[in-house]
């Protein structure tokens, strides 16, 4: 979590920014102002970034864009630097001077196909066109290793029935789907800004982990209406709907001080429910 303020930052939260790291890539979902610097701080390389997926275009969520790519010129940066966002993105980007960026205008129809997974986006309720975004690893399978080793599948043999799909034990042909158990990939799905809607619940769904807008508390809740924000109870709401593992609270008002109050609201309504902060780190 390299950015979790509301619109304005602070000295404790940075703006808008999720870094995913993935199989040695680094995908980014949202760049306020500062971003760079937060991934200097908390050792995420920016020279490994794939795609960055934004959310809508409010100053908070992308102003950090220019910065890093000059970042990037610098360090003579060759490979494309996807940017995906609703309508203006590319736009905005072609003001950014940087002939490596390849920046497309997006809807929730949209679906980055990467290695091993998927990015896609779906719609929310805060401003024209915003979007939140799912990642979701394909479906692996795993060894039932006890049934393999009684049918005498063994040491290198297990390399190469995953490599062939099959292999010849004696007079048999062993399967890998005869010896494997399907699982599914892990699901992480991310908001951006956004009123609690039932297109998150239904994007989240049994997501491993569902991070939020949780911009007020429960005092605020007009204020929240009014702006097209969650209020932390919302959020909590949204993630017991959609089955979810873990829900991470972000994009904290300023007028929030400590985490201890927003976090009481929203496990009294999902238990597992945590307020950002940054630096903040994952393992899903």
């Not at 010849?168 to 005869?178: D, F, L, N, Q, R």
């Not at 399907?182 to 800004?193: F, N, S, V």
């Not at 609270?249 to 007028?255: A, E, M």
């Not at 929203?266 to 393992?283: H, I, P, R, T």
């Amino acid at each position: 979590m390299l950015g979790t303020g509301g619109s304005v930052p602070s000295v404790e939260r940075g703006l808008s920014a999720v870094a995913l790291r993935h199989e040695g890539g680094v995908y980014l979902f949202d760049c306020g102002e500062g971003t760079q610097r937060q991934m200097m701080r908390y050792k995420i390389s920016y020279s490994k970034a794939k795609c960055i997926f934004i959310t809508h275009l409010h100053a908070d969520h992308v102003l950090g864009l220019p910065g890093m790519c000059e970042t990037l010129k610098f360090a003579e940066r060759r490979e494309p630097l996807y940017i995906f966002g609703p309508p203006g993105t590319e736009e905005f980007c072609s003001r950014i001077d940087a002939s490596f960026i390849v920046a497309r205008d997006i809807d929730s129809s949209f679906i980055y196909r990467g290695n091993g997974f998927i990015v896609r986006a779906f719609d929310t309720r805060h401003s024209r066109g915003s979007l939140g975004y799912v990642f979701e690893e394909d479906a692996r399978r795993n060894f039932d290793e006890k049934k393999a080793r009684k049918l005498g599948i063994s040491g290198k043999m297990f390399g190469e029935l995953e490599r062939n799909g099959s292999i010849a034990v004696g007079k048999k042909t062993i399967t890998y789907e005869s010896v494997s158990k399907p699982k599914k990939g892990r699901k992480i799905a991310y908001t951006g800004d956004t009123m609690a809607c039932r297109e998150v619940e239904d994007a989240a769904e049994h997501a491993d982990l569902l991070i939020h807008d949780g911009t007020f508390g429960e005092e605020m809740r007009g204020e929240a209406a009014e702006k097209f924000h969650s209020t932390v109870a919302d959020a909590a709401a949204s993630a017991k709907k959609a089955g979810v593992k873990k829900l991470i609270l972000t994009h904290i008002s300023t007028r929030y001080k400590k985490n201890e109050e927003l976090e009481k609201q929203a496990k009294a309504v999902f238990k597992n429910s945590q307020v950002a902060f940054d630096g903040m780190e994952l393992c899903v």
